[in-house]
């Protein structure tokens, strides 16, 4: 089965940065889709990051140019380097994986069949 892990979570002050991992097992980057995710309290799970079609990346608005998608295939591991850190940004960040042939990304939790955990990532003002 393929199962994201997440890690790399924690607390910083805002301007801070991170930097998450999602170790994965049984997934070909150049075959598949990994997308972030996130939720604060109260509000939605919305989507910050993908990457799909062989390398390709996609970014929100809320996070382009801040965040940066990129993956390690020896390691079966993404990473989600994140910088510029605001007190937005909280929240529980989820990994997920989507089988398929996209060739855009797919922004939706529903596309996604594999979910991580999730890693905890608390910005202070």
């Known amino acids: 089965q393929v199962r994201p892990v997440e890690s790399g979570g924690g607390s910083v002050q805002d301007g801070g940065s991170l930097r998450l991992s999602c170790t994965t097992s049984?997934?070909?980057?150049?075959?598949?889709?990994m997308g972030w995710f996130r939720q604060a309290p109260g509000k939605e799970r919305e989507q910050v990051a993908a990457?799909?079609?062989?390398?390709?990346?996609w970014y929100a608005d809320s996070v382009t140019g801040r965040f940066t998608l990129f993956p390690d295939n020896a390691k079966n591991t993404v990473y989600l380097q994140m910088t510029s850190l605001k007190p937005e940004d909280t929240g529980v960040y989820y990994c997920?994986?989507?089988?398929?042939?996209?060739?855009?990304?797919?922004?939706?939790?529903?596309?996604?069949?594999?979910w991580g955990q999730g890693t905890q990532v608390t910005v202070s003002p």
């Open positions: 049984g997934v070909t980057f150049s075959r598949e889709v």
């Open positions: 990457l799909y079609g062989g390398g390709r990346t």
């Open positions: 997920a994986a989507a089988h398929g042939l996209w060739l855009s990304a797919p922004t939706q939790p529903g596309h996604y069949q594999f």
